[in-house]
Nanobody, 124 residues
Framework: QVQLVESGGGLVQAGGSLRLSCAASGSIFSISVMGWYRQAPGKQRELVATITSGGSTNYADSVKGRFTVSRDNAKNTVYLQMNSLKPEDTAVYYC??????????????????WGQGTQVTVSS
């Protein structure tokens, strides 16, 4: 299996910064895409940012210029640097990976994996 463990959430005042980290572990052959989604109370889960193994990034319009996604391929870890935080950024943030896992000599089809979520709360 593939496990994703997030860290770095918390409470911050508007205008402040937080850095989220997510480490993937398990029988991983490769991870093509890693990133972050978020879900606010009463709303659907939405994309925040993703990054490919080659370093190509994609951001939600609402976070462009404020958030930066990065990745350490050797450590199977993805980061989200969040600056100039706003109350509307309050949500549970979920780590995401599109990964290929293996078992012995068998390689599974690529699949989507999720972390357990970490709460980010921005006070006004």
């Amino acid at each position: 299996q593939v496990q994703l463990v997030e860290s770095g959430g918390g409470l911050v005042q508007a205008g402040g910064s937080l850095r989220l980290s997510c480490a993937a572990s398990g029988s991983i052959f490769s991870i093509s895409v890693m990133g972050w989604y978020r879900q606010a109370p009463g709303k659907q889960r939405e994309l925040v940012a993703t990054i490919t193994s080659g370093g190509s990034t994609n951001y939600a319009d609402s976070v462009k210029g404020r958030f930066t996604v990065s990745r350490d391929n050797a450590k199977n870890t993805v980061y989200l640097q969040m600056n100039s935080l706003k109350p509307e950024d309050t949500a549970v943030y979920y780590c995401y990976a599109h990964a290929t896992r293996y078992s012995g000599s068998y390689y599974y089809a690529p699949g989507d994996y999720w972390g357990q979520g970490t709460q980010v709360t921005v006070s006004s």
